[in-house]
């Protein structure tokens, strides 16, 4: 593993774990085993190393989640979006706590809005299509439950946590089939 990558995942760690403020540049080159000018040298700063962090996080998830995007199916669709805070948060954990931790700062809100609005947009459009009554707010519930689903599954897996996304397929599906 490069230094730069060394760097990188004991950043986001530390971030996630301790937030932002109180993990400093000398503890992040520490965890990593490089010194903190090697540090400077690649990130030129803490605030440089945060946003690369949350860039690099974001175009991960968004390359890897691409094909949720390009579904055609409705159903298929709300099924994907229900799933996803299941798959980031066991595919990029770190990541997500920082999210969790750093949420009011503009940058990650910033990130996090255009990773969200495609998917706000597909999921009004789906439930457009399955004829669900009030699309708009529909989507707006979804998408708060997951918000919440993501965030609760960064810290605990209770049984009941785990089967609330088959518990949520089988209600849209009851919705989507009624509006049908």
């Known amino acids: 593993m490069t230094s730069h990558s060394k760097i990188e995942q004991s950043a986001l760690r530390l971030f996630g ?21 090697l540090l400077f040298k690649y990130f030129l700063s803490k605030e440089k190393l945060f946003e690369y962090l949350i860039k690099q996080g ?23 979006v229900i799933d996803l805070p299941y798959k980031l948060v066991h595919d990029e954990p770190d990541f997500w706590k920082v999210q969790d931790k750093e949420f009011n700062k503009p940058l990650v809100q910033k990130y996090f809005q255009r990773f969200m609005s495609p998917i706000d947009s597909l999921l009004k459009q789906a439930f457009l299509d399955l004829g669900v009554e009030n699309p708009n707010m529909v989507t707006l519930q979804l998408l708060l439950l997951i918000q919440s689903l993501w965030r609760n599954l960064l810290y605990e897996h209770p049984e009941s946590l785990l089967q609330l996304g088959n518990h949520l397929k089988q209600a849209y599906a009851e919705r989507i089939t009624a509006a049908e």
Not at 17 to 37: F, H, K
Not at 63 to 78: F, H, Q, S, W, Y
């Open 58 to 80: 974001f175009q991960r998830i968004v390359e890897a989640n691409r094909g949720i995007l390009t579904e055609k199916n409705p159903r298929v669709l709300v099924e994907n």
């Open 17 to 37: 774990e301790r937030g932002y403020d109180n993990t400093s540049t000398l503890l992040i080159s520490r965890d990593a085993g490089v010194s903190e000018a």
